[in-house]
């Protein structure tokens, strides 16, 4: 509805890129969830989608447009391409806190109640490992359309995104060339991710309070 | 009607015993020939038990002459003490039978499957109607709701099967997996088999003596590796289960970790049933190494066992409600004399949700 309003890709603020990744997030999941029979990863996702929904209701971050902004093209790809790659992250950060509690219960021998719910550790690896190549592959796109919005891009924000896409790109690396154990990409998955959203916090304040 | 079961199990009475009285496939139709209108024989590994649906009351001792091989020359007071429930304790005691409650290892499933195959021969038999149907589809529904509400099912209680879970959530499935069996003890052939039955193909079995490790090889369908190239095949396998009798440890972290270096990218799960252990406990700090020895194992199956025992109550809770709704819906309670005689009625007669 919103959409219809603007008459374009609703990701004009805060409160509308925090809906988008929620949403984002419920996608992929829905996507990849029955993929990889990882059912119980719902029980995660979705705390995660109502953090972002409730977050994105309850701030006051839902600065109404005063000028209709003009469509286009390249900018509501870039915005909304890279969001969907951030969903995946996401997802990759969930499967990466579900491989720490499996992973610790293992090496302890404590096993706990979730323990029996929890998919095997190789199905959540293989997971992890899609869904970052996954985002990653929709990251770049989303990175590289950036560059064709026609518009100055503020340095510090292409600084920070080149940041995020070569923190996902060691990741990805340190695992193609087994340097790093499936742990650590579990926890740079969870890392990858808080870092992501920080930036996608600061790119869309920054937009919002420049004068335009 | 009257609804009643009498029987034998492992609380009761010996194996030898048990299996002078287990039954055979005619007993179904010797019991309703004895005056049973409905009768359904549940005769497992722990119990022998037959329940009945009947219009007048059968004695327990021409239930039991039923059952026996060769009761002919023995008095009622030389055959052992059959117990017998009627009415809502009869139901009561289906339900804990069925859901897990009465058996050695309390929560084990296989009862369910094999009070499901009995029915199954009653109902097809036309031994069972319409009384024991109730009796036995609140039953399979009592032991479905125990099992999805409770955690009287949940974790492995043998050492065997606590390995074969672990392995299943480090591996998922297991039909790929690599496995090396260094020794060719007891234990190493209980473990290799409980993961045989879990879909394991490719089993490797290495032994000092190399006579012992192929006779174990050919007993379990593995094949044997010379004793000297075990340590190569750690780079290929996904389960090492050690069982030598080694007065020092095989396996330590200095010699593991070049190994694992070469590894193709899977985890390590080393089970060490041996004592003394032939795995250093340091060798659990390595990456992607996951360590078991007999007593963690033991500790995860007597973990289980307890949680097991706790939910009991949670269980019996659900079936004493079971039983009054039981109760409630068969017209004119259980056990009822004034209540309507019912005919056994045919596959066809019963609803399909209920078949």
């Given at each position: 509805m919103r959409g219809h309003a603007l008459g374009r890709?609703?990701?004009?603020n805060l409160f509308e890129v925090f809906i988008f990744l929620a949403w984002s997030v419920a996608l992929i999941y829905m996507l990849v969830g029955p993929v990889y029979r990882l059912s119980l990863m719902g029980a995660f996702t979705a705390p995660l989608v109502v953090l972002l929904q409730t977050f994105a209701l309850l701030a006051p971050i839902d600065a109404p447009q005063t000028a209709k902004l003009p469509a286009n093209p390249w900018l509501e790809f870039h915005a909304s391409i890279s969001l969907v790659a951030y969903g995946a992250f996401a997802l990759a950060g969930i499967a990466g806190v579900m491989y720490l509690v499996q992973e610790r219960q293992l090496k302890t021998h404590q096993l706990r109640s979730i323990f029996y719910y929890l998919p095997p550790l190789t199905d959540l690896f293989g997971a992890i490992t899609r869904l970052l190549w996954c985002g990653f592959a929709l990251y770049t796109l989303g990175l590289l359309s950036g560059f064709f919005v026609g518009q100055p891009l503020p340095t510090a924000q292409v600084i920070c995104a080149i940041a995020v896409w070569l923190l996902y790109a060691a990741i990805l690396q340190g695992r193609h060339l087994r340097r790093l154990a499936p742990r650590w990409v579990a926890a740079l998955c969870i890392i990858g991710f808080s870092a992501a959203l920080t930036l996608l916090w600061g790119i869309t304040f920054t937009a919002q309070m420049a004068p335009r | 009607m009257n609804l009643f079961c009498v029987g034998l199990s492992h609380h009761t009475t010996n194996v030898e015993t048990r299996e002078c009285f287990a039954?055979?496939?005619e007993t179904d139709c010797v019991l309703r020939q004895a005056g049973c209108a409905e009768a359904l024989l549940l005769s497992t590994c722990n119990r022998v038990e037959v329940y009945v649906a009947a219009q007048m009351r059968v004695p327990t001792e021409k239930i039991a002459r039923c059952l026996g091989?060769?009761?002919?020359?023995?008095?009622w007071e030389q055959m052992p003490a059959f117990y017998r429930y009627e009415g809502a304790e009869c139901a009561q005691h289906l339900f804990r039978v069925a859901a897990g409650l009465?058996?050695?290892?309390?929560?084990?499933?296989e009862i369910f499957g094999q009070a499901k195959k009995a029915y199954e021969a009653a109902r097809k038999s036309g031994a069972a109607g319409p009384g024991l149907h109730r009796l036995f589809q609140r039953a399979f529904r009592v032991a479905k709701q125990v099992r999805t509400q409770t955690e009287i099912t949940r974790g492995a209680v043998s050492v065997g099967s606590v390995a074969v879970d672990l392995a299943g959530k480090i591996f998922g499935d297991l039909a790929k997996c690599k496995v090396l069996v260094l020794g060719a003890g007891e234990t190493s052939e209980r473990t290799a088999r409980a993961l045989i039955s879990r879909g394991i193909s490719d089993l490797r079995v290495s032994n000092r003596s190399g006579e012992r490790a192929e006779n174990l090889a050919q007993l379990v369908g593995a094949r044997a590796v010379p004793f000297q190239q075990w340590p190569e095949q750690c780079r290929e396998i996904d389960i090492l289960i050690t069982s030598t009798s080694s007065d020092v440890p095989l396996l330590a972290k200095e010699n593991l970790a070049p190994v694992l270096r070469e590894r193709v990218d899977r985890p390590l799960f080393i089970i060490d049933i041996a004592v003394p252990r032939n795995a250093d406990p340091e060798v659990n700090q390595l990456e992607d190494v996951y360590l078991y020895d007999i007593d963690s194992l033991r500790s995860i199956a007597e973990q289980s066992l307890v949680l097991r025992h706790q939910q009991i109550a949670a269980a019996e809770a659900i079936i004493a409600q079971h039983v009054t709704k039981f109760g409630e819906s068969i017209s004119g309670g259980l056990n009822s004399d004034t209540g309507p005689v019912e005919h056994p009625v045919s596959e066809a007669a019963l609803p399909a949700s209920e078949l």
């Open positions: 890709c609703p990701l004009t | 039954g055979n496939a091989r060769d009761t002919n020359n023995q008095t009465d058996s050695m290892v309390v929560g084990e499933t």
